[in-house]
DNA sequence: TAACTAGCTTCTTATATAACAATGCATG
DNA sequence: CATGCATTGTTATATAAGAAGCTAGTTA
């Protein structure tokens, strides 16, 4: 099993905006500078989501824990801008999320050379001296892996958590194939 | 010279290393 | 009171994805 700690998913509202009135209007939860970068960030209290709003309509939600936070951020953020009038209303519009990071682990300590060579050096990059973790792109997943000394390991680029579990079962059974 | 493409910016999140800065505490 | 060592804290390294906009480089 592989525990969700991150969620990025986009979607559209389908209408040009004007940032800068919509930044004045929301002060305290907007936070805009288009000097800096050409999106306005939303915040929803501390730990919750970032969305990210474009001149084009276009939004992304990223720091959710689940695809449920991250829906949850979207209702509030659709509902906030029909309330001031920006959005007539909240409909006809596509949501999707487009990367897990998912984390486990293997439950055992790993000696990460062993494994790149075990795992095959074309689908493996590991450079200690670079990053502690090895970069596995397994060919028959969707997704990268990051794994560790300690036996944990990162999985993200996953469109589903299906994905995510199916890639790190399989390194998981490398992992008692190489090492028993 | 115009059009196009590629790469970078911003942000989030777990993971683990080294290198560095800054501070705390003890000993001479 | 100054120096040394230890601890804590921050930053960098790497990964994926979306978005818009800028720059740099290539090509017609």
């Given at each position: 099993?592989v ?27 907007v ?8 999106g ?13 709003l474009y ?17 949850t ?8 801008l ?6 007539p ?12 990071v998912?984390?486990s ?12 060579i ?22 028959e ?39 028993s």
């Open positions: 099993m525990e969700v700690v991150n969620v990025v998913a986009s979607g559209s509202l389908g209408v040009e905006l004007d940032l800068e009135a919509i930044a004045g209007d929301l002060d305290d939860i936070d805009y500078d288009s000097d800096k970068y050409p306005a960030y939303f915040r929803f209290g501390d730990s919750a989501p970032l969305i990210t001149r084009t309509g276009k939004y992304i939600v990223t720091g959710a824990s689940s695809e449920e936070e991250a829906h951020a979207r209702g509030e953020f659709l509902n906030i029909t309330d001031h009038g920006i959005l209303s909240a409909e006809d519009e596509w949501f999707r999320v487009q990367n897990y998912c984390m682990e293997v439950g055992e300590k790993l000696n990460l050379s062993a494994l790149a075990g795992l095959g050096l074309e689908v493996t990059e590991y450079e200690p001296e670079q990053f502690p973790g090895l970069v596995f792109r397994p060919s997943h969707d997704c990268v892996l990051l794994v560790f000394g300690s036996g944990k390991v990162i999985i993200t680029g996953a469109t589903s958590i299906r994905a995510a579990d199916e890639a790190f079962d399989s390194l998981r059974k490398h992992v008692a194939d190489l090492f």
